[in-house]
Nanobody, 120 residues
């Protein structure tokens, strides 16, 4: 079974940078998406940045030019470099992996989340 653990969150001032990490354990098969979501209390969880199955990087419009997603050679650790942080970036950030080992199936794995708080 796949397990994901995030780290790197914290309380920072606007304009500061943070780098989040997500370490995966267990065998991941047929990964179709690997990336980061975030959620603010009272709002729906939103996709922030991710790798497609082909390995391309993708970003939500609200973080383009500020955030960068990367991963190690084994794809076991995913990072999210966050620059020029804004108060609106405050949220719990979740690591996520979507797999489809069987045609027509979809399974998601989530980390426990790491809190990012940006003060003004």
């Amino acid at each position: 079974q796949v397990q994901l653990v995030e780290s790197g969150g914290g309380l920072v001032q606007a304009g500061v940078s943070l780098r989040l990490s997500c370490e995966a354990s267990g065998k991941m098969v047929s990964v179709i998406q690997q990336g980061w979501y975030r959620q603010v209390p009272g709002k729906r969880r939103e996709l922030v940045a991710w790798f497609s199955r082909s390995g391309l990087t993708n970003y939500a419009d609200f973080v383009k030019g500020r955030f960068a997603i990367s991963r190690d050679n084994a794809n076991s650790t995913v990072y999210l470099q966050m620059n020029s942080l804004k108060p609106d970036d405050s949220a719990v950030y979740y690591c996520n992996v979507k797999v489809s080992p069987v045609v027509g199936s979809l399974t998601q794995y989530w980390g426990q989340g790491t809190q990012v708080t940006v003060s003004s």
